[in-house]
C-alpha cells in the first residue's frame, strides 16, 4: 500500500517542479511514508528523520511524513517533521508548501527571468513549523472522510515500474483485529468506484504492464460498503472479461483478504478467468482456534479448511501464501504447535510470519505482552524451517518442468536475472541479459531449494500480443 501511496506522492511533488533524485544530498525535500503495523518500521523513521534534521543546519531542507500514523507517533512527528498529513491530505500538500513560504520550482521558474534550471532550490531559511500548530489543519487527527479517500484515488500515479503495477481499490478495515492499529489509522472500508478501476487497469493493460496488483487492507471486502456496487467477484469477473477482450497476458493479483469474505465465486473468478494470477494470499494468524478467537478474527480453523477445499478443487495449481503471528500474547507452546501443524496441513508455499509486537491504539496493546523475544523468536526460526521444508518440497516437483517466468531483477551477487512465476514462486534465471527485465520468459527448472527454483532459459517474449 507504501509502495501504491508513493507513487501518487511522487506525482503530487511533481506536478509543481520538484523532481526526483537517487543522491539525498542533494534532496532539498525529504518524506517519508510510514508504516504502523510493526515497531520496526516506526523506528527506521525516527533514526531517519533525526539524520535529516541535523543536516538542516548546514543545509535548506522541508521534510514530510505521511502513510499509516499512529495519533501517538503523530505527536511526536509535528515535533521532528515540517509537514505531517494524513495520505487522505495529499491534495492539499502543494498548497501547505505555498502557505509555508516554500517556492516550488515550478513558480520559481514561472516568475520573470528565472532560471529553468532553478534546482536545487534556494528554500526559505528557517525551520516550518508543523501544520497543525498554526491551524492551517485540524490540531486533532480526524479519519478521513470517504471525499478525502476518492480524490486521493484521483491522483494520477507516477508509476515506478514499467511492467509491475499497484492499484487501489479498497482503503481501511472494519474488522478490528485485537492486534492490529489500521482500522485507527486508515478509518473504516470504503471501495472506490468499479469504473475507475477497470478504466485505471485497461490502461495498464494497454500499456503492457504484466503485473497487476489490486490493492486494500480488505481487498476482498470491496463493494460490502456501497450499496449501489458490484462485488469483489464481480469486480474479477470485469477485469477477466478484460484481460479476454484485449487478449492480455498479463498477470492479475489481489492482496490482502479476509477469510470472513473469501466466498466461492470469488475463488471460481479466479479459476475461470486466465488473467486472474492463479496465486492466493490469504492469512491466517495462527492455526490456533483459541489464538484466533483471543485475535478477534471471527472465523477458526475449520473456515480455513473449507476455503482452502475450494481453492484446491477449483484451482490446483494455485500457490497459498499466508501471514502468521507468533508469540501473540498468551500463546502457550501448544497453540504454537497447532500452527505448526497447520502447516503441514495447508502446504503453504509462502509465509510472512511475525513475531507479535503490542501496537498502540490496538486492542491487544493493554494486554501484558508475556511471550519473551527469546521464546518468539525461537518460534519464528522454527516456522521458518517448517515452510522451507514444505516449499522446498513443492519445489522440488517443478524440476523438469518448463514455466512462465516474469524477469524482474537481477541478482546482486551473482548477476543472474530473477524472476517471478504466476504463482509468484521466486526463479534464478541462468542469463545475465538485462535486457529482459520486465518480459516473461520460459525456463525450464533444473533445481529448487526451500524457497525458491532455478532453471535455463528456454524461450523470451512469452506472451500474447495486446490488441486493442
Ligand atoms: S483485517 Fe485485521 S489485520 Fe487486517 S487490516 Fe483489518 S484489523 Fe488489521
Given amino acids: ?18 523532481i526526483p533524485t537517487d543522491n539525498e544530498d542533494e534532496a532539498s525535500l525529504l518524506g517519508v511514508l510510514s508504516c504502523s503495523v510493526r515497531q ?48 487522505s491530505e495529499l491534495n492539499d500538500f502543494p498548497n501547505m508548501l505555498k502557505e509555508y513560504g516554500v517556492a516550488s520550482p515550478l513558480l520559481l521558474n514561472q516568475e520573470p527571468g528565472a532560471s529553468q534550471n532553478a534546482f536545487p532550490i534556494e528554500l526559505p531559511n528557517h525551520h516550518f513549523k508543523p501544520v497543525s500548530k498554526i491551524g492551517l489543519k485540524p490540531e486533532k487527527p480526524r479519519m478521513p ?25 479498497q482503503n481501511g478495515c472494519d474488522k478490528f483485529c485485537s492486534f492490529c492499529a489500521v482500522p485507527y489509522t486508515r478509518g473504516r472500508e470504503v ?29 476482498n471486502s470491496y463493494g460490502l460498503d456501497r450499496d449501489a456496487e458490484i462485488s469483489f467477484a464481480e469486480l474479477l469477473a470485469k477485469i477477466g472479461e478484460l484481460g479476454i477482450t484485449l487478449k492480455n497476458p498479463s498477470w492479475v493479483y489481489f492482496t490482502s483478504p479476509h477469510l470472513r469474505d473469501m466466498s466461492r465465486d470469488v475463488i471460481e473468478a479466479i479459476a475461470k478467468y486466465p488473467v486472474l494470477a492463479k496465486q492466493i494470499h490469504l492469512p491466517l494468524q495462527s492455526g490456533d482456534d483459541q489464538v484466533l478467537v483471543k485475535m478477534n478474527r471471527k472465523h477458526n480453523l475449520d473456515r480455513y479448511r473449507e476455503s482452502v477445499a475450494h481453492i484446491r478443487e477449483l484451482i490446483p495449481q494455485a500457490t497459498l501464501f499466508i501471514d502468521i503471528i507468533v508469540g501473540f500474547t498468551g500463546e502457550t507452546e501448544e497453540q504454537f504447535l497447532n500452527t505448526v501443524k497447520s502447516f503441514d496441513e495447508f502446504q ?6 511475525a513475531m507479535y509486537s503490542p501496537r498502540p491504539g490496538a486492542q491487544s496493546f493493554r494486554w501484558e505482552n508475556d511471550i519473551s523475544q527469546t521464546a518468539k523468536k525461537d518460534r519464528l526460526q522454527r516456522l521458518s524451517n517448517k515452510l522451507e521444508e514444505i516449499s522446498g518440497n513443492y519445489n522440488q516437483h517443478m524440476i523438469g518442468k518448463t514455466l512462465k517466468v516474469l524477469v524482474r ?8 536475472l530473477s524472476g517471478v512465476t504466476e504463482g509468484k514462486l521466486v526463479t534464478r534465471i541462468l542469463s545475465k541479459d538485462t535486457g529482459l527485465i520486465g518480459q516473461f520468459v520460459m525456463v525450464t527448472i533444473t533445481d529448487a531449494s526451500g524457497l525458491s527454483i532455478a532453471g535455463e532459459l528456454v524461450a523470451i517474449n512469452a506472451e500474447t500480443t495486446i490488441t486493442n
Fill in 145 to 169: 472522510s470517504n471525499q478525502d479517500i476518492f480524490q486521493l484515488w484521483n491522483v494520477k500515479p507516477n508509476y515506478q515500474s514499467e511492467f509491475e503495477a499497484y492499484v487501489p481499490i
Fill in 348 to 353: 503453504f508455499n509462502m509465509a510472512y510470519v
Fill in 40 to 87: 520496526k518500521p516506526i523506528d527506521k523513521v525516527y533514526n531517519r528523520i533525526h539524520v535529516w534534521n541535523k543536516k538542516k543546519s548546514r543545509q535548506h531542507i522541508i521534510t514530510f511524513v505521511s502513510g499509516c500514523v499512529l495519533p501517538d507517533d503523530r505527536d511526536k512527528f509535528l515535533k521532528l517533521f515540517d509537514f505531517v498529513f494524513p495520505m
Fill in 1 to 18: 500500500m507504501n509502495m501504491s501511496d508513493s507513487e501518487r506522492v511522487k506525482a503530487v511533488i511533481e506536478r509543481v517542479g520538484f
Fill in 409 to 416: 531483477t537481477k541478482e546482486r551477487k551473482t548477476g543472474y
Fill in 191 to 219: 471501495s472506490r468506484p468499479s469504473a475507475e478501476i477497470i478504466m485505471e487497469v485497461k490502461e495498464l493493460m494497454l500499456n503492457g504492464y504484466k503485473s497487476i496488483t489490486l490493492l486494500g487492507q480488505n481487498v
